[in-house]
């Protein structure tokens, strides 16, 4: 061990790793503590350490802005960690073919900011720009905002990459033409792939211009009924609304305070119309139409305040659960979204759990956030907590849907299933794995099934 | 690395793992005679007047006539066939309507071709949800037909829409003339039940969206049925726009339109839909099948908005404005439906119709950036003229997919074989601007040799690694895709190396 270690640090330089305890301890994974922790600034450097790491069998966590480093089960070792912070230019950006190829390294908003002076950006909306998620780590959780119900996730925009295997071997696939059929498409395996099977250093990003012009309308409704019906009724007419997002009172009573609305503690939705200006004011007044028929009330955001509301929706979890909190996400149809959201409050009286949620309604994902009481995690107090989750996750199943913890303590994830079940399609994934990782040296035991 | 000898070289490459073990003489009867245990007589296909139908696919240069051609009727049918053939080592290949470019489904030599035409209902509507559940031969317009008067349409569509499956959409990863704003096949599948090719039948993604674990819906669209055989397809249905507006403007130069394509871009604006074709395809499509496109027009570009009314009728002036800026010489807009369906009528038969202008013609499909457009083009020229053949240009120019079309005789000595070089040529102008040698064909068969134009050994070493993943055995949909032929190595570390004896062009495998 020593020696790789060595061996790495030459690799970098010794300005450009930790190894001292306390700097580690900002780098433990579920509490387990790196041996090194190493800042590359090249893809052939990283690539030598992957040599080193998988000659000698040691683990390795990738880590971008370390903003879901909680994501997925406790890995089995943490050895190494590869940072990819200075991994971080823009390599090729020609505005004209609405592609840019970008280190994988680079924050969101670093990239977002660079696309914006040429009026374009990257179609994703996931959490934690501020707090600086970066490319790759986005690639690997396939973390997805409000907006995915227009652009998708990344998975929809991603059409080139490259990546570093376990062994070392520098491999790219997809291309950096938006429309391309040559051969498997790699770029799609690595998406959601929590980084176990090669470290993401480089992607090449099919981007959007922006739109001319952007309003949200958020919408109070007397009860989940009326508001649901709202929603089927915009799914299925031609309004072609970027975001359709239902928050439970909880949420709406938060929200509402955090920014002064006066909101009363009732079901919202927020929906989000960008396009040219004119058929934005045609949209938000059919919108606006539809909600009074079905007894909704509405305020208008633009500009800079419609930013800040989405922003608030995007990040609530971190935003008002303090710092404990279970984060979920759950995937059903987008029928089986008001049931979902019953159930959550059938569970929060139950318990005396605070349950927040916030509904992709188009897509039928919802984003839940559990609050817990920080001062000491007990046994008493954690169980109530899983079976609250134990109970969700059964009622998403019985709708033929899928639940995942995407943050919880270290002391509650281990006495819940973090994926839940894949189904028979585990052996493929297993196999997978097990020939682009002979030794599970990456992310060991972190992802679905064990993997 | 150690280099065997020559002797053992060639002894080693006559015993690759797809050549069938001897067989007694009574062995082609036992297993007919399995096949109609599992499939009935109506559903094995074994007189050679019969098989003669399914020798090859859209690709019609290469034929190889399987064994038996079996129509099973379910995924369990699937199932029973590919472990009958895997128990006897028989190579099998999936096909749906036959009408893929790249031979993807050109049958296996001593192998068996499983026709998933009869496999051909939409099992499932459910339009609040906005998915339609179908079985692989169903074809790709029956969707939209069957979700249209409810509003709905499954956006992604080929020109073969008429015929093609779903099942070979989902192998191909087809596009369509509608891409460019709604993506290809891949954006719009959520699930797939497959038969893997152990026979195992199992289930990736589903309804509902995120399923925990690697996107293998990704993974297997697009895989050209190499990775096991699709029984069942979970897809998106959109909601129908509440307006379009298709726009026709005509160029003398085809450079001048591939410069509107960037303008419209520019502007924010990203269409349905733009199309391009030269003056040897207008000319070609007007003779076929008289869509009125203006005959002395350098170019034609096709371009269709759809959204919101209020949002079609905003951009309408800006794109004219565009064309108008690179000096198109003249502006239609259709002003109904008819005359919309006319001016696609002309692009979408573009292919057909060059049989009106040469006796033969090949279509190729790169991709490039669509910056590089005219460069491209005045490259694609002077290589035409160099080989001293025609080539019709028919485009997706919103995507940068070209689609040339090489003219020539057949009957002429020769000129076969200069079509392909040419064709070759062409690629290698769209890879080194940065493009891919298919954007929507598929490799199959017909491009195997040029992936190492685009990948480098690592990367397709990476890539066998996932068809050794699915596939050990390698009998599924075996010598496409891949260059040159690998085997599955247990350890799994080494796939496969090139033999220096085949890297000088001395030998080959087979």
Not at chain 1, 54 to 64: A, E, F, Y
Request: hydrophobic fraction near 40%; include cysteine.
């Amino acid at each position: 061990m020593k020696d790789s270690i060595k061996e790495i640090t030459n690799i970098v330089g010794e300005n450009n790793t930790l190894s001292s305890s306390p700097e580690l301890s900002r780098y433990s994974v579920d509490g387990k503590r790196p041996d090194i922790v190493a800042f590359p600034q090249t893809i052939e450097d990283i690539s030598e350490i992957m040599k080193v790491a998988s000659r000698d069998s040691l683990s390795i966590v990738p880590w971008g802005g370390g903003t879901k480093i909680g994501f997925g089960r406790e890995p089995h070792r943490v050895d190494i960690v590869i940072c990819t912070r200075r991994l971080n230019r823009i390599i090729e950006y020609e505005p004209s073919d609405l592609v840019g190829i970008a280190e994988c390294g680079i924050s969101l908003r670093d990239f977002q900011k660079a696309l914006s002076e040429k009026n374009q950006f990257l179609a994703i909306d996931p959490p934690h720009i501020e707090g600086g998620a970066t490319l790759g780590g986005i690639i690997a959780t396939n973390d997805s905002g409000p907006m995915r119900l227009k652009y998708g996730t990344i998975r929809e925009s991603l059409i080139g990459i490259k990546v570093i295997r376990a062994d070392g071997i520098i491999i790219k696939g997809g291309a950096k033409v938006v429309k391309n059929v040559a051969g498997y498409d790699i770029p799609k395996l690595y998406v959601g792939s929590l980084g176990t099977l090669g470290i993401i250093v480089e992607g090449a990003f099919r981007l959007h211009p922006i739109p001319e012009a952007s309003e949200t309308l958020l919408i109070s409704f007397p009860n989940l009924e009326a508001l649901h019906e709202t929603v089927l009724i915009i799914l299925n007419s031609p309004l072609v609304p970027s975001c359709l997002e239902v928050l439970n009172p909880p949420l709406v009573n938060v929200i509402s305070d955090r920014l002064n609305l006066n909101l009363k503690e009732e079901y919202a939705l927020a929906v989000r119309i960008e396009s040219v200006e004119r058929a934005v004011r045609d949209q938000i007044s059919k919108v606006r139409d539809i909600c009074r028929e079905k007894d909704g009330e509405g305020v208008l955001f633009e500009g800079k305040t419609e930013e800040i509301l989405w922003d608030e929706i995007r990040e609530f979890p971190w935003r008002i659960c303090g710092e404990n909190r279970v984060v979920c996400k759950a995937g059903v149809l987008i029928t089986g979204v008001p049931s979902v959201i019953q159930k959550l409050e059938g569970l929060s009286k139950t318990s005396g759990l605070r349950i927040y949620a916030s509904a992709r309604a188009g897509s039928g994902i919802l984003i839940i956030s559990i609050e817990i009481d920080s001062t000491g995690l007990t046994q008493e107090k954690i169980l109530p907590i899983v079976e609250t989750i134990n109970s969700i996750r059964d009622f998403v199943t019985s709708l033929k849907g899928n639940l995942v913890i995407q943050e919880a303590p270290l002391s509650l994830k281990s006495q819940i299933d973090i994926w839940g079940e894949v189904g028979a399609s585990i052996n493929v994934m297993k196999k997978i794995k097990s020939l682009f990782d002979p030794n599970s040296i990456l992310n060991p035991g972190r992802f679905a099934g064990g993997i | 690395m150690t280099v065997p000898a020559l002797e053992e070289f060639i002894i080693g490459i006559r015993t690759m793992p797809n050549k069938p073990p001897t067989r007694s003489s009574n062995w082609k009867r036992d297993f007919a005679g399995e096949l109609l245990q599992i499939l009935g007589p109506d559903g094995v296909i074994s007189s050679p007047e019969e098989l003669i139908a399914y020798e090859c696919d859209g690709l019609t240069g290469y034929r190889i006539k399987p064994i038996f051609v079996v129509l099973p009727r379910s995924a369990k049918e699937v199932s029973d066939i590919i472990k009958l053939c895997n128990r006897e080592n028989v190579p099998f290949v999936p096909r749906g309507a036959g009408t893929g470019l790249s031979g993807g489904a050109l049958p296996a030599g001593d192998g068996v071709l499983i026709s998933l035409s009869r496999m051909n209902r939409i099992i499932e509507i459910d339009i609040q949800n906005q998915r339609v559940v179908a079985e692989p031969g169903v074809v790709n317009l029956w969707v939209s037909n069957a979700v249209g008067r409810s509003g709905y349409y499954y956006a992604p569509d080929p020109s073969s829409q008429l015929v093609c499956t779903i099942g070979g959409n989902v192998a191909e990863n087809s596009g369509g003339v509608h891409c460019l704003k709604y993506g290809v096949t891949t954006n719009h599948v959520l699930g797939l039940e497959v038969v893997l090719p152990d026979g195992e039948i199992v289930e990736f993604g589903g309804k509902a969206l995120d399923h925990p674990g690697y996107d293998l819906v990704g993974l297997f669209v697009g895989s050209e049925g190499l990775l096991g055989i699709v029984t069942k397809v979970i897809l998106r249905i959109l909601r129908k726009p509440e307006s379009i507006r298709t726009i026709l403007g005509a160029f003398e130069k085809i450079e001048d339109a591939g410069a509107a394509v960037s303008g419209i871009t520019a502007r924010g604006i990203i269409p349905a839909g733009m199309e391009i074709m030269d003056n040897l395809s207008i000319r070609a499509v007007e003779e076929a099948v008289q869509p009125g496109y203006p005959q002395d027009a350098g170019a034609i570009i096709l371009i269709e908005l759809d959204g919101l009314s209020a949002e079609v009728e905003a951009q309408m002036p800006l794109v004219i404005d565009v064309l108008k800026e690179n000096r198109a010489k003249e502006v239609r807009v259709a002003r109904d439906a008819d005359e919309r369906a006319l001016f696609w009528k002309g692009r979408k038969s573009a292919f057909a119709a060059m049989g009106r202008i040469s006796p033969d013609y090949y279509v190729q499909d790169g991709v490039i950036p669509r910056t590089k457009l005219a460069s491209v083009l005045g490259e694609i020229e002077k290589l035409s003229a160099m080989y001293g053949l025609r080539v019709a240009n028919v485009f997706h120019a919103g995507d940068g997919n070209l689609h040339p079309l090489i003219l020539y005789d057949a009957s002429k000595k020769g000129e076969l074989e200069k079509a392909e070089e040419l064709s070759g040529e062409i690629l290698r102008v769209c890879v080194d601007a940065g493009g891919s040698i298919t954007g929507e064909h598929g490799v199959g068969y017909d491009k195997k040799r040029f992936m190492p134009l685009m990948f480098g050994d690592q990367d397709l070493d990476t890539m066998y690694l996932i068809r050794c993943a699915f596939d050990p055995k390698g009998l599924c949909n075996p010598g496409k895709l891949f260059p040159t032929p690998r085997s599955c190595v247990e350890s799994g570390r080494q796939t496969y190396k090139e033999h220096p004896i085949e890297k000088s062009g001395l030998g080959e495998r087979f």
